[in-house]
């Protein structure tokens, strides 16, 4: 093979420094997490076909990546689809195992097994590469990563203020008060009441997917669509004027308040309508007694995220030039596909992919000094080379990151290598500085020399 | 789907306990990584099915999982394997992609294909799952970790010396010098000079192969073995001789130095051997001349770490009862069949689930206490709630990992919990505390009660 070699499309390598500020968002909500009580887990990327398929619905089926069975995969296979060349029929006899797309099945599927080892209410998070079959195309990839935090076990609605608070948290952390974002919340229930309030409610899934739309293709055009799917005008109408909410204060606490207040009284007379504005009204009141630090909290009551399993709240995050970079809600039955019935949770989940392109083009990510080398002796031969190693391990024992250039070879090869590296120190040690024991220090930023001992030297690093 | 759902066989979940014991050992390892100058990156973890097959033989290809490519992946299927129902002429045109199945074949792709903005030599490290279609048995998984670390375009024999010092420093911290360990050191330029010397070079791999096993059949098998390949008795003889390096001092060094210079005298007259036993001599000099803090290192003649493509130096790390926790080796042809030719490498691997073993059986994690919730306030209803919410919110600004039981259940039912998940702190606040504004603070170790201020409080906990 003499053909450059190339990766799947979709798929990425990370370089050094693409790992530190990928590592840096990883930290930040990993100790965010943390500090609210969640729990680390992991499961395989592997999952068995059958737990991942008829979750998500047909679409989301043919996202799945499937693993062929090892050995002679075709002795099983299954004889009619295979004469027909019928590869959709064939797939699960000749496939039995499949990459998870997302990780809150495998999550669901994890608690279901563990069931008795688990005490809830559960809070886990988990950090892990998903894979979809999508087309691959410009911020959309085939293997990402998804950060989840989940509570299962619970139907307080403190949870939710929990969510809302560490996606204040950690964009506070990330966009330090120097980037505008918003989060924007609504309740399923409070759109099941303004359609069953309009009388379409057995419409409710195709309204729902027409108003999720709002954003992508604007107002007449689901205007359009909601006559489509034979809405009549008057029915439109007042769907419409029940999602315009805009009146309020300029607080925006209040503002959510207020806008629940009056479309309260609009769809007071559906069960649902009422009960999913107690519970935003709930959440908003708590978000305003405790405070945010830089989160611009709305309610939005267009808001959908897909049809998905969400059943409650809706969560979803959003900063200029950008889809979602975090989203969520609460579901109340993903663990039934498993048997386990009646459970509820709500969670979150941090696009990471897309947060490091959002900190990468406003600049926004610190210097990562500490993470790679701190010192470089350089190599002029054997006898500075057998001086120098012992002072090499007395700085790695202290904890600093520290290497000797390997080979001796040009001295304006190992500077290039030390400048390529982003070394902050290059220790040049010759026969001068083998008698005095004061070794020469050359600060990479600056270009400045100094003659310091191996402790003055790593008294400096440390500082 | 009403089955109790489960996962493919040879993977795992991982519990918050697990998650925990696993970071530790991974935390330690990059940290070492670092301090030598190594950076990390991540490879992604299909890759195509081109890249990874014909590496390292077909025996390792059938422990390749193949990824079925997407849609009608019948279409393009080769007519002929179809037909024939030939399922190992058939994989490569319905699956283009598959798992990696190490880190050292897809991390010489990344530097050929990356060759340009790379400063070598490259020291990198990475820390990823890999997937082998093996048959699962205890300790041996179809998914594990490995974390691997390679320098790459650099001759010099001081990467060598570093790789054993990472070992003997990473060793160090997780064993706290509770475990006796040995790093077995060879070369395979000295097994060559020996067979050489014996003048049974064409028989060199079938020699390796047989030898390799003395660990697992022991000598009279391996004896029995040669004597099949066709080596006559006075070839067995000389060869076993050869290997029976036991003379020499008690200080493990001298000894290998000892050994070393004994066999120089017998396989002086191949040039591979001198070779060999010249780069070895350097390594154990350096590694006396610095000193080790753990390790025990020995010069182990039989070690030969399969066939591989191992060129010079082999380094294995062995604890009692269990296989190898971290081998590696030096290899001079890595990214030849990428097309980037004569660049030498070195490298080790830790063997991340074995270690979790050794220490879980030794008893040698440390306690977890910082990583799960430290303060849990207990839930009375509504009234205690909304006093307790802006307290949670001040140990959480201060760092401290904390929780509000989210419902109001029995008391029983949240001291439970807190126990479950290990918290330290449980704060009880009904009346009396809402009136002093002192919270009853319970130490879940020590069972004893104090009233505190929240500010005693967070001092008790980061203290």
Redesign the interface.
């Known amino acids: ?8 499309k979709g ?6 420094i693409e ?2 500020r990928r ?1 840096y968002i990883f930290d930040v909500i990993k100790k965010t997490y ?4 969640f ?10 076909l ?2 991942l398929v ?1 979750t998500g619905g047909d679409e989301s089926d ?1 996202l799945i ?4 069975n ?6 099983k ?1 299954d004889e009619k689809a ?1 004469q027909e ?4 029929g ?2 699960k006899s ?4 499949a ?1 998870h797309y997302d990780l809150t099945v495998p999550f669901a ?2 608690v ?3 069931q008795n ?1 688990i ?1 809830f ?1 559960f ?2 998070f988990q950090i892990q ?1 998903v ?1 979809r ?1 999508d087309r691959p195309q410009r911020g959309r990839y ?2 990402f990563y998804q950060c989840d935090a989940d ?1 299962i076990g ?3 609605l ?2 939710e203020v ?1 969510l809302i ?1 560490i996606i204040d ?1 950690v964009f506070t952390e990330l966009f330090q008060g120097k980037l505008n974002y918003t989060v924007s919340v609504n309740n399923r229930k409070i759109l099941q009441g303004i359609v069953e309030s309009v009388g379409e409610q057995d419409k409710f899934e195709q309204i729902v997917v027409a108003i999720d739309k709002l954003d992508k293709i604007g107002i007449e055009k689901v205007i359009k669509e909601l006559n489509d799917i034979g809405l009549s005008e008057k029915s439109v109408l007042s769907l419409m004027d029940l999602l315009a909410v805009t009146k309020g204060s300029s607080n925006l606490y209040e503002m959510a308040l207020t806008q629940l207040e009056f479309l309260s009284q609009k769809i007071n007379n559906t069960i649902n309508g009422q009960k999913g504005i107690e519970e935003l009204e709930f959440v908003f009141e ?1 978000i305003q ?2 405070g945010l630090k830089t989160a611009h909290v709305k309610f939005d009551p267009t808001l959908a995220r897909g049809l998905g399993y969400y059943t409650g709240t809706i969560i979803e995050v959003k900063v200029a030039n950008f889809p979602s970079i975090c989203g969520g809600g609460r579901y109340d039955d993903l663990t039934g ?3 386990l019935k009646n459970v509820s949770g709500v969670g979150i989940s941090f696009g990471a992919d897309r947060i490091y392109d959002v900190l990468l083009d406003n600049n926004l990510y610190p210097e990562f000094k500490g ?3 701190q010192v ?1 002796f350089v190599n002029f031969g054997e006898k500075e ?2 001086y120098c ?2 002072l090499l ?1 007395q700085l ?1 024992d202290a ?9 001796k070879v040009k001295l304006q090869k190992q500077m ?2 030390a400048n ?2 982003a070394i902050n120190y290059v220790v040049i040690v010759g026969s001068d500085e083998m008698e005095t024991g004061k070794l020469t220090v050359k600060n990479m930023e600056t270009g400045t020399q100094e003659a310091l001992t191996i402790s003055e030297l790593i008294e400096k690093c440390i500082n």
């Open positions: 093979m003499s053909n450059k070699p190339s990766i799947p798929t990425r390598d990370f370089s050094p790992m530190a590592n943390k500090k609210y009580g729990q680390q887990i992991e499961t395989p990327a592997m999952e068995n059958s737990t008829g043919k990546f499937k693993i062929l090892s050995g002679d995969y075709l002795a296979a295979l060349k019928n590869a959709n064939l797939t000749i496939a039995e195992k990459l599927r994890y279901v097994q563990n080892d005490t209410p809070r886990r590469p894979w079959a085939r293997e509570i619970s139907d307080s403190l949870n929990d608070k948290d708590k007694q405790l596909k498993f048997g993470d790679s080398t470089l080379q057998d190693l012992p391990f790695r904890g600093i990151n520290a290497e000797i250039y390997p080979d290039t290598f390529n590296k």
